[in-house]
């Protein structure tokens, strides 16, 4: 059974960071080239891209993070981690752990076949 579970989040103010986590198991295959990515959902809005990442380790972010978060990820210890920095207010929300398999980038929530429960993040001024 496919399982991603999140860890990290938190309640910080403004300016402060946090790095999430999430453990991947349950794969039958190597994770290594699996498109894998944070998303994140804020009370009333939609769940939105924030930063994916290839079997190749190319990265994508979201406009509003660029430069304030890094995805990265451990094939080894099947692992996936979002550094952010220089959290502000608009990025509170819940964060999810997205996974699918190999191939190149995938931008739309759709195309993720397996998820996580997320792991809540609270920015206050």
């Known amino acids: 059974q496919v399982q991603l579970v999140e860890s990290g989040g938190g309640s910080v103010e403004s300016g402060e960071s946090l790095r999430l986590s999430c453990v991947v198991s349950?794969?039958?295959?190597?994770?290594?080239?699996?498109?894998m990515g944070w998303f994140r959902q804020a009370p009333g809005k939609a769940r939105e891209q924030v930063a994916l990442?290839?079997?190749?380790?190319?990265?994508n972010y979201a406009d509003s993070v660029t430069g304030r978060f890094i995805i990265s990820r451990d094939n080894a210890k099947k692992m996936l981690f979002l550094q952010m920095n220089s959290l502000k207010v608009e990025d509170t929300g819940r964060y999810y752990c997205?996974?699918?398999?190999?191939?190149?980038?995938?931008?739309?929530?759709?195309?993720?076949?397996?998820w996580g429960q997320g792991t809540q993040v609270t920015v206050s001024s």
């Open positions: 997205a996974a699918e398999g190999p191939g190149g980038l995938r931008f739309l929530r759709r195309e993720y076949g397996d």
């Open positions: 349950g794969y039958t295959y190597s994770i290594s080239t699996m498109c």
């Open positions: 990442i290839d079997g190749d380790t190319n990265p």
